[in-house]
């Protein structure tokens, strides 16, 4: 095929920019692509270059950049010598002709890229370029002694070239700075070389920028007012960029550094001329190198942050006061690394002007998330500084002479506080209802940064900061100013952690002001202010748990509270979490409870979650009660109100329906948060002699007594819910989480169900049963929480259970078919044996066949989880075997004796490649124990690689008979050295990886099970 000719290549290009058929453009683009790549690259190139077309052209740069980056490091002397004149003459020939500005840039980044090749020998580049440009033909490196010094040339060039200069600068640190290691200490030196350079350029640049934006004849500073500003931007932007390239380089470059820092006077001034970018590329240096500036620089800065010019751009409050903002909270973080902000306040003006300018700058007006932009960080500032001060009293010892600074850095912590405390408040209604999701979130995150921040303060401050808090909400409730208490109960919340005992009379003085009483009558009151007080109520547990004569006016607002949708599922939440920390002492107002239930029922608010959490609390006052009886008694009171619920579900009407759905969900996580309320509690004495524990007395209460009604209720609840709504996911994850409940009682109780009814429940699903995996793990659950239960009742079910899971893996087929549920099945079985492999023995070999060889198929399945699942099962059995200890030892010899052949066919098949690298640790633990455990598993192993289609196909040079004979012979020796044992797994996986591409795709490694679903 003939070679494109220049012409053809052109019009090619051409194509690429117009609308057309999609299909078409990628493959011109690809035949672009390799003819850049190709020998003819560099010639195409310079061809492209000759184009009047600035797309053309272009296109020839970035070809010279393509076959740069691809064959840069292949270049001798010559041809690198060669292509740097090339480069430069097209440079040099694009500024002069004004052509594209587009594509000079893009000869400027590929002479940087050039420079920083291990093939280039180019050092002084700037002033050779400066050199070229100045004599308008390209000048050998070796010849630029015989011009002008570079702080002499310059002024002689125009501004376009300056500028190009400039561009070739920045493109040289940015491209440098990410340069690889390899390539790393020659690069550097000759970098180094050029800040003589860099220098003179910067300063030029600057002065030729500056001299024309402050040109005092209006009309002739009006015609170049636009290029001044370019030189100013662009020569701010190559000096941060050098600035950047020392902080990685130049840390023990004095000079290096020193002929950087010198240009620092000359650009400051950009920030008082409006340069863009400028006060960014300041904040930048202060922020991430402070270092880099001299303390007297630094200084500089601060100053002009101070100036009337700066103090101007600061109360405008706007994107730009935002920008300035960087450098006035960079300085101040210079001074609290120091430890001067702190230590020296009082003492040193520029800390008390740094402060001073922290505390106004929360002072502004307007609301965080609509206009004011200042607050949020100035608030991250002092977070920080108060963090620091933590830091450092922590290091002041109790028998130290406290220092002078404590006490004004403590005062500067509250004032901070008092001042974020306005800015946290809630805007009025008629504020918020103009904003927009974005608005409210920033407000809300900028509170919950506050609040972060008032718990630090706390910590430093204590009674003062407390005392604060308690008298605005005092005095706000006074004045009627509910949404000043709302702030003050947010504050309050936020330190609630912290507060203990000793802190229970400031307390006592708010409550006793009957804060909750306002709440409860006043109409007028905003949602905002209502949910702050809920909230309360959960964060001051303790307190209430310590003074129970506040719990009776709290109750009385959460159940106000609960009229109202704003507030109903926190007060829920809220009246839940209290009732079951005062259990004890509301015992004796049960029957109240119960009316207010009954009130609550007529609410709209009645539904689903908040229905759960109020019996939740009225199910923890009925768990303190003392007596299995009484228990029962208002057990089957809640109970009744659940029956409305299940009644209303399985009407005519609702069966089948969404609504009856509804109701049936109710009913169920009414039953689950009873059931959770009346688990023990952790602090619970639980006597190891009493009868509870025995099976006799009370024990035998739920389970034979009266109480075993309830049990045989809440059964019925779930058998009938399920089998009317069963193809409701929510309603069989609701079913599980009921019979969960009772799996974490170490007493008999209502709902330790017997362990027919979770296999019952569990056996009545299917794989087409929603949610079936969760279900399963229910399963799995049930049977850990019976590790110690050796009743014949319980091997039973366990059998009947192994039998279930069985059917299920005959309806899967394969694990493939879902492997979620595989899974799950692999996962019941692995908790039978590892509770009671005694379970196996009742069971007919056909049923433990079909079981373990579904095990198998699952760890040669292609699917990550069920592999796993089934190696872990694998892992746990062949570790059964090797524990001489353990009373079931031999039941797991004999499952090994019967399956461990084709189990470890299957390891062997994953380790040959199958396997990915991180299901390989799940692989590795199994195939070790079995050869710990096994006197045939060198042999077993041996045969298995043997039968390996990948080894077949394998030409003789492959040596596979030595691959395989080294692996299995490091596999024996280092079976008791994890570490070991794992690197030779992984190496010889790799191997057969590796292989196998060699081999092409008619080599598999082993070939999917045949039962797999195609």
Same mark, same amino acid.
């Given at each position: 095929m003939a070679e494109p000719t220049v012409a053809e290549i052109e019009a090619r290009i051409n194509m690429l920019y117009q609308m057309g058929n999609p299909q078409v453009i990628k493959e011109t683009d690809a035949f672009l692509t390799t003819l850049q790549r190709s020998e003819r690259g560099w010639e195409i190139a310079d061809a492209l270059m000759h184009s009047e077309d600035d797309k053309v052209q272009y296109y020839g740069a970035l070809t010279f950049t393509v076959k740069l980056n691809q064959d840069g490091d292949k270049l001798d002397e010559n041809q690198s010598s060669l292509l740097l004149s090339t480069l430069m003459s097209w440079l040099l020939r694009l500024e002069k002709t004004s052509q594209s500005k587009v594509v000079a840039t893009k000869?400027?980044?590929?002479?940087?890229n050039y420079f920083c090749?291990?093939?280039?020998?180019?050092t002084k580049c700037l002033h050779t370029l400066a050199c070229s440009f100045y004599k308008g033909t390209q000048v050998p490196e070796e010849s630029i002694d015989k011009f002008l010094s570079i702080w002499e040339l310059l002024p002689a060039l125009t501004d376009g070239q300056i500028y190009y200069l400039l561009l070739f600068a920045m493109d040289l640190a940015e491209t440098a700075k990410n340069s690889s290691q390899q390539q790393h200490e020659a690069l550097h030196k000759r970098m180094a070389s050029n800040t003589v350079d860099i220098e003179a350029l910067l300063h030029e640049a600057l002065r030729r920028g500056q001299e024309v934006v402050c040109m005092r004849d209006e009309i002739a500073r009006e015609g170049m007012q636009e290029a001044g500003q370019k030189i100013l931007t662009q020569a701010l932007k190559t000096y941060v960029s050098w600035v950047f390239y020392a902080q990685q380089e130049f840390k023990n470059s004095t000079e290096s550094l020193k002929n950087l820092r010198t240009?620092?006077?000359?650009?400051?001034?950009?920030?008082?001329?409006?340069?863009?970018?400028?006060m960014d590329i300041f904040a930048d240096i202060l922020d991430n190198y402070p270092k880099f500036l001299l303390p007297e620089q630094q200084r500089k800065l601060w100053e002009c942050c101070m100036s009337p010019w700066g103090i101007e751009i600061l109360n405008q409050n706007d994107d730009t006061s935002v920008t300035l903002l960087r450098m006035v909270i960079a300085y101040c973080q210079i001074l609290l690394n120091s430890g001067r902000l702190y230590k020296e306040a009082g003492q040193d003006i520029i800390c008390d002007q740094a402060l001073g300018t922290l505390h106004n700058l929360l002072k502004y007006e307007g609301y965080v998330g609509e206009s004011d932009e200042i607050a949020p960080p100035v608030a991250d500032f002092w977070s920080v500084y108060i963090s620091t001060l933590d830091d450092e009293m922590f290091k002041i010892k109790a028998t130290d002479v406290k220092p002078a600074w404590v006490d004004i850095a403590k005062a500067h912590t509250f004032l901070v506080v008092t001042e974020l405390f306005h800015k946290i408040r809630i805007p009025p209604p008629e504020v918020t209802k103009e904003w927009d999701s974005e608005s409210r979130s920033r407000f809300k995150s900028f509170r919950m940064d506050v609040r972060d921040l008032f718990q630090s303060a706390y910590e430093q401050i204590r009674e003062p900061l407390l005392d604060h808090f308690v !008298? #605005?909400?005092?005095?706000?409730?006074?004045e009627k100013a509910w949404l000043q208490v709302e702030a003050g109960l947010f504050c309050l919340n936020s330190i609630a952690e912290e507060l203990d005992a000793d802190t229970d009379l400031q307390i006592r003085t708010l409550l006793g002001t009957s804060l909750f009483d306002h709440m409860t009558a006043a109409e007028d009151i905003p949602a905002a202010t209502r949910r702050s007080a809920v909230e309360m109520v959960s964060h001051f547990t303790e307190f209430f748990l310590r003074n129970m004569d506040f719990v009776a006016p709290v109750l009385r607002f959460l159940v106000t509270a609960l009229a109202q949708p704003a507030l109903a599922n926190s007060a829920a939440k809220s009246f839940a979490s209290l009732c079951s920390s005062c259990r004890k002492a509301l015992t004796g107002e049960l029957g109240s409870f119960f009316d207010m239930y009954q009130q609550f029922l007529g609410?709209?608010?009645?539904?689903?979650?908040?229905?759960? !959490? #109020?019996?939740e609390g009225i199910a923890a006052i009925i768990e303190a009660l003392p007596s299995d009886a009484e228990k029962a008694t208002r057990l089957q009171q809640l109970f009744q109100y659940i029956s409305m619920d299940a009644q209303n579900a399985i009407t005519p009407e609702h069966a089948g329906t969404e609504t009856g759905a509804v109701f049936a969900l109710a009913a169920l996580q009414c039953l689950t948060s009873i059931g959770?309320?009346?688990?023990?509690?952790?602090d619970a004495v639980i006597d190891l002699e009493s009868e509870g524990l025995s099976g006799k007395g009370s024990s035998s209460f739920w389970t034979e007594g009266p109480g075993s009604v309830l049990q045989s209720q809440i059964f019925q609840f779930i058998q009938v819910l399920t089998q009317i709504h069963g193809k409701e996911g929510d309603i069989i994850e609701e079913a599980c989480s009921i019979f969960r409940t009772g799996y974490k009682e170490s007493v008999p109780g209502p709902f330790l169900l017997p362990p027919k009814a979770t296999v019952d429940f569990v056996a009545s699903t299917d794989v087409n049963t929603p949610r079936l995996p969760f279900v399963l793990d229910t399963a799995c659950i049930f049977v850990r929480s019976h590790k110690c239960d050796k009743s014949l009742s319980f091997h039973e079910q366990a059998q009947l259970l192994l039998r279930y899971v069985l059917k299920l893996m005959q309806q899967l087929g394969h694990p493939s078919t879902d492997p979620e549920v595989s899974v799950g099945c692999i996962e019941v079985v692995q908790r039978i044996i590892n509770t009671n492999a005694d379970i196996l023995n009742g069971e007919s070999s056909e049923i433990l066949q079909a079981m373990f060889q579904f095990s198998i198929e699952c760890v040669l399945s292609p699917d990550v989880l069920p592999k796993r699942a089934a190696a872990e099962l694998w892992n746990d059995i062949f570790a059964l075997a090797l524990d001489m200890r353990h009373p079931q030892q031999s039941i797991a010899q004999q499952i090994v004796s019967h399956f461990g052949r084709p189990v470890t066919r299957a390891l062997v098949f994953n380790v040959c490649g199958e396997a990915d690298t991180s299901s390989l640790d799940y692989i590795m633990p199994p195939l070790r124990k079995m050869i710990q455990s096994q006197p045939w598993a060198r042999t077993e192993i041996t045969e298995a690689l043997s039968k390996l289609p990948l080894f077949a196909r394998a030409p003789e040079h492959f040596e596979v008979q030595k691959i395989m004979r080294?692996?299995?012979?490091?596999?024996?020796?280092?079976?008791?050295?994890?570490?070991?044992?794992?690197?030779?797994?992984?190496?010889?996986s790799q191997k057969c990886r590796k292989m196998a591409v060699q081999l092409g795709p008619d080599a598999p490694y082993l070939g999917i099970s045949p039962n797999a679903p195609q």
């Open positions: 000869f400027c980044s590929t002479l940087a090749k291990p093939t280039s020998s180019w240009v620092f006077d000359m650009a400051v001034p950009c920030l008082e001329l409006d340069v863009d970018d400028a !008298k #605005v909400i005092q005095s706000a409730l006074a609410y709209q608010t009645a539904e689903v979650h908040t229905k759960g !959490k #109020v019996m959770k309320a009346l688990q023990a509690q952790d080294m692996f299995t012979e490091g596999l024996m020796r280092n079976a008791r050295q994890f570490s070991a044992f794992k690197v030779t797994v992984k190496d010889f």
